[in-house]
């Protein structure tokens, strides 16, 4: 459980759930709840629900992944444009 800002018992959050939004807003924190010191759930921000979602989205597109993974084998082996090249008119 690293990638968690904070890990908080579940007791613990239902007290404090208001101040824990607001941290979680203005921190973009994603925090991990526990119930008798084992892992039950996350809280994150809606913006960081939805990136992981977009996330998921790519990462099950077969499409996508294929012309991520020809741009990688591109940069690898120097088949790149520098801006000038891209932007001259």
């Known amino acids: 459980m690293e990638d968690f800002q904070q890990i908080l ?3 613990k959050a239902k007290r404090r759930l208001l101040d824990i939004l607001k941290r979680m807003e203005e921190e973009d924190a994603t925090i991990a709840l526990t119930r ?8 994150m921000t809606l913006a960081r629900y939805e990136s992981l979602l977009d996330t ?3 990462l099950g597109n ?4 294929r012309a991520l ?3 990688t084998k591109d940069f690898k082996s120097g088949k790149v444009f520098t801006d ?3 932007w001259e008119d």
């Open 9 to 11: 018992p579940v007791t």
């Open 36 to 43: 008798n010191g084992e892992p039950v759930g996350v809280m």
């Open 56 to 58: 998921i989205e790519i």
């Open 62 to 65: 077969k499409d996508i992944m």
């Open 69 to 71: 993974e020809a741009s």
């Open 84 to 86: 000038d090249a891209v």
